[in-house]
């Protein structure tokens, strides 16, 4: 499976952003997998933001809460997050990934995530 991100860049706080993630699964794969954004800001750890499962149940990590919002397109295999009320502290490489697994209850551990797409830098200034 090949991810391929799009949509980064700077904006200053307050703005927002969309990014994009394109997936090369059928649609048949696209009905039965889960999707995420994970982010990494520099000198820390991976983070989940978001997830949706295959049958559209949406989880968000409490710090994106009310501020972001993760959908996906089945017919065009393409993950979406829409991020509002950007912070600095949202600064960092933002992820696409797949999973197997479900997701329904949560965003689940990056180990969970069977493929990942190369990254797309979203910058936020103060």
């Known amino acids: 499976v090949k991810l391929v991100e799009s949509g980064g860049g700077s904006v200053q706080a307050g703005g927002s952003m969309r990014l994009s993630c394109t997936a090369s699964f059928s649609t048949y794969t696209g009905n039965r997998v889960c999707m995420a954004w994970f982010r990494q800001a520099p000198g820390k750890g991976r983070e989940g933001v978001a997830a949706i499962s295959a049958d559209g149940v949406t989880n968000y990590a409490e710090f994106v809460k009310g501020r972001f919002t993760i959908s996906k397109d089945k017919d065009k295999n393409t993950l979406y997050l829409q991020m509002n009320s950007l912070q600095p502290e949202d600064t960092a490489m933002y992820y696409c990934?797949?999973?197997?697994?479900?997701?329904?209850?949560?965003?689940?551990?990056?180990?969970?995530?069977?493929?990942w797409g190369q990254g797309t830098q979203v910058t936020v200034s103060s």
């Open positions: 990934a797949v999973s197997v697994l479900l997701c329904r209850r949560g965003i689940g551990p990056q180990g969970a995530y069977n493929s």
